[in-house]
C-alpha cells in the first residue's frame, strides 16, 4: 500500500466545506468527493448558477445539498425561519430521499428540512412551514399547492434547485416549474441536474439561469484498448437484495481472490459482516484504518488466508494484488473512470478477470455511460436461482472429489471403506462421503428466490421530451379532485385526459386502498413512480373503488412492482399489493 492515510473526509475540507458538515461526512463513511462533488461544490459555495448533467448514483444530491447547507444559519435573527433553498424533485420518493440526504449532513448544524408531496396530508406540512424551516424539498404540484395558499415563503430563497428535471418535465411539470421560479427571487442562484439535456431543457437553462458552470458527468471517452479485456457482467437488483444477490453470485463465480467496492466506510463494514456470515473469509479495508492494519489485511488476501477484500475506493488506490480474479462493485461506481480504474485490477498478464457490477434500477444510466467509456458492452445477467446455485455447488463438488481421485494418498482412507463395505454397497459409502465433502465445503442452505429485475431496452421507453400533450400531468396535483361516484379511469386530471400509457404487454395490478381510504390516482402514480424505475408515463389506466384500486403497468415491470411496493405507505396505509386476479 503506497497510498496517504486518509482518516478524515479530507477531500472534503479542501472543497472549503465547514466542519460541522465535515464531521457529518465523516460520520457517513465517506472518504473522497466524487467527481461532480468536486466540480460543482466549489462554484455553487462561489454563487455560481450551475447547469449539471449527471444520474442518480453519482452522488449530485450531496453536490447540491452541502452547498446549501453553507447557507443555514440556524438561530440567527431570531424568529421561524424562512427557506434559503428549495428544491424542486419529480417524485415523492425523491423527495423523502434527497430530504433526509440534506438532514443527515446537516444534522449537526440542526437544519430544519421539509419535503413537501402530494398524498400527504397537508395539515402537517402546514403546521411545519409555519414552524419554520431552512431548506424545502418538494414536488412541483404540492409546491404550487403551497404558493397559492401563501403558504410557502419564498423571499428568502438564495438558491432554488431542479434535480432531475427532465423527468419532471416528462411528467408534465413544465408549466409548475415555470411558475415556481417566476414566484423566487430574481437574484436567486439556479441549479439544474438532469441525466439528459433534450432541448426542453436547455431552453429552461437559457432562460432562467444566468451564465451557468456546466458539469457533465460520465461523458468522457478513452481511447479503445484503455480499458482492459475483462469479462464485464452487470445485474439488477432492489437495494434490498443486494447483500443476498452479492453472496448468491459469489458462491456462482467461486473467486480465488476477489475486491469488493463499496462506497462508503460503513457500507464496507456491514458487507464485510454479512459475507463472513456467509462463510467467506472477507477483510473489510479502508482508510479509517492505520498502515499497519492495512498491511496486515493485504499478508491475509496474499496468503490466501482471505479470499475476499472489501474495499473503498480511497483504501485500494495503489493497491497490487497479483492474483486477483474478480473485481465487484457493490455498487456502480460514481464515475465511469473510476470503474476502468477498478476493474484494471483484473485480467492483467493474459490472465482472464472478471467485473461484477451490481446496480440499482435507477443506476442503469450509469451503466450506460460505463458502456460509453469502455466501449465495450456489460452483459445483464440474471441473478443466479436457488437452482442454478445448486448446481453450481455440486459442479465445485465434483471438482474436488475428482481432484482427490488424482492424487496419491489415497490408500490410508481405505480401513473406513473396508470397515464399511460389509454392511453397505459400496456406492452408498461413496454417496455418504460426497454429501460430507459438499457440506464441509461450505455449500450455504440458501433457499430464498431473489426477485429478478426485468431489463428494460431503453428503446422500449417512451421518448423523452416529445408530444407532451397527452403526457401525465402533475403527479401530485393537491386535493382537487375529491371523492368521486364512478371508478376513476386515466389520468388524475379527470375521465378523459389521454395519457401515454405504457407500452407492449399490460398488467394490471390490485393494490389494496381504495376511495375509502381517500386514494386518488396520482397517490398511485405517485407512489408507484416514487418506488420503481417506472415513470408517470408506464402507467396505465387507474380505476379506483371503495377498497381497492386496479392500477395497469407493463407486464415485465409487474414482480418489481410488487416487490418494490412491499414495504410501501399510500396515504399513510400499508396497502397489500398482487397482480389482479381477473388479469391472470
Ligand atoms: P446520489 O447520486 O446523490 O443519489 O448518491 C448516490 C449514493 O452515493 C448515495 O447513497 C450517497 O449516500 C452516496 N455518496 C454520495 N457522495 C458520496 C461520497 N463522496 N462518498 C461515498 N458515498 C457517497
Redesign the pocket.
Same mark, same amino acid.
Given at each position: 500500500m503506497t497510498e496517504d492515510q486518509t482518516p478524515q473526509a479530507d477531500g472534503f475540507a479542501d472543497l472549503g466545506l465547514r466542519p460541522e458538515l465535515l464531521r457529518a461526512l465523516t460520520g457517513l463513511g465517506? =472518504? =473522497?468527493?466524487?467527481p461532480i462533488?468536486r466540480e460543482a461544490i466549489p462554484p455553487l459555495m462561489a454563487g455560481r448558477d450551475l447547469l449539471g448533467q449527471a444520474a @442518480? /448514483? @453519482? /452522488?449530485?444530491?450531496?453536490a447540491f445539498a452541502l452547498p446549501i447547507l453553507e447557507r443555514v444559519h440556524p438561530g440567527v435573527g431570531g424568529g421561524a425561519p424562512e427557506p434559503v433553498a428549495l428544491v424542486l424533485v419529480p417524485t415523492r420518493e425523491l423527495a423523502v430521499q434527497v430530504s433526509e440526504?440534506i438532514y443527515k449532513y446537516g444534522r449537526e448544524l440542526k437544519a430544519e428540512v421539509l419535503p413537501i408531496y402530494g398524498g400527504q396530508p397537508i395539515g402537517r406540512q402546514l403546521q411545519v412551514l409555519k414552524r419554520g424551516v431552512h431548506v424545502v424539498v418538494a414536488t412541483p404540484g404540492r409546491a404550487i399547492d403551497h404558493i397559492n395558499r401563501g403558504t410557502l415563503p419564498l423571499d428568502a430563497v438564495e438558491l432554488v434547485v431542479l434535480d432531475e428535471a427532465d423527468e419532471m418535465l416528462d411528467m408534465g411539470f413544465a408549466d409548475e416549474i415555470e411558475a415556481i421560479l417566476q414566484a423566487t427571487p430574481d437574484n436567486r442562484q439556479t441549479v439544474l441536474f438532469s441525466a439528459t439535456m433534450p432541448p426542453r431543457i436547455n431552453n429552461i437553462a437559457k432562460r432562467h439561469l444566468t451564465d451557468p458552470v456546466r458539469i457533465e458527468i460520465g461523458r468522457a471517452s478513452t481511447e479503445p484498448g484503455e480499458a482492459p479485456l475483462v469479462r464485464q457482467s452487470a445485474y439488477l437488483v432492489a437495494r434490498s437484495h443486494k447483500a443476498a444477490a452479492l453472496g448468491r453470485i459469489l458462491d456462482v463465480e467461486a473467486p480465488a481472490a476477489a475486491i469488493v467496492f463499496c462506497? @462508503?466506510r460503513n457500507e464496507v463494514d456491514d458487507l464485510t459482516e454479512t459475507l463472513n456470515g456467509r462463510g467467506y473469509r472477507s477483510e473489510a479495508l479502508h482508510g479509517g484504518m492505520d498502515q499497519e492494519q492495512r498491511d496486515r489485511v493485504m499478508g491475509r488476501l496474499r496468503s490466501g488466508t482471505a479470499d475476499l477484500l472489501v474495499a473503498t475506493d480511497v483504501a485500494a488506490r495503489g493497491l497490487d494484488v497479483e492474483h486477483l480474479t474478480h473485481v465487484v462493485n457493490y455498487d456502480v461506481p460514481?464515475a465511469a473512470e473510476a470503474y476502468v480504474h477498478r476493474i484494471g485490477r483484473v485480467g492483467r498478464a493474459g490472465r482472464e478477470g472478471v467485473a461484477i457490477t451490481l446496480a440499482e434500477p435507477r443506476e442503469r444510466r450509469l451503466l450506460a455511460n460505463i458502456e460509453r467509456l469502455t466501449r465495450q458492452k456489460l452483459t445483464i445477467e440474471k441473478v443466479p436461482t436457488v437452482a442454478d446455485l445448486r448446481a453450481r455447488q455440486m459442479e465445485l463438488t465434483i471438482d474436488q472429489v475428482r481432484e482427490a481421485l488424482q492424487a496419491d494418498d489415497l490408500d490410508r482412507f481405505r480401513v473406513v471403506i473396508d470397515a464399511l463395505a460389509d454392511e453397505f454397497e459400496l456406492t452408498d459409502i461413496a454417496l455418504a462421503t460426497v454429501k460430507l465433502v459438499h457440506q464441509a465445503s461450505g455449500a450455504t442452505d440458501d433457499d430464498e428466490e431473489i426477485p429478478d429485475i426485468p431489463v428494460r431496452n431503453d428503446r422500449d421507453r417512451p421518448q423523452r421530451g416529445t408530444d407532451h400533450s397527452g403526457s401525465y400531468k402533475g403527479g401530485d396535483r393537491g386535493g382537487s379532485s375529491g371523492p368521486r361516484s364512478k371508478p376513476e379511469r386515466g389520468g388524475p386530471g379527470g375521465q378523459s385526459q389521454a395519457r401515454r400509457g405504457p407500452q407492449g404487454d399490460v398488467s394490471r395490478l390490485y393494490v389494496g386502498v381504495g376511495r375509502g381510504d381517500k386514494v386518488r390516482p396520482q397517490d398511485l402514480v405517485g407512489a408507484i413512480a416514487g418506488e420503481t424505475r417506472l415513470s408517470g408515463g408506464d402507467i396505465g389506466a387507474i380505476r379506483i373503488f371503495d377498497r381497492f384500486a386496479l392500477v395497469e403497468i407493463p407486464t415485465d415491470a409487474v414482480e418489481d412492482v410488487i416487490e418494490a411496493m412491499r414495504n410501501t405507505t399510500i396515504r399513510g396505509k400499508k396497502a397489500a399489493i398482487r397482480r389482479d386476479r381477473d388479469d391472470a
Open positions: 465517506y =472518504e =473522497e468527493p466524487t462533488q @442518480t /448514483g @453519482t /452522488g449530485k444530491t450531496a440526504a462506497r @462508503t460514481s
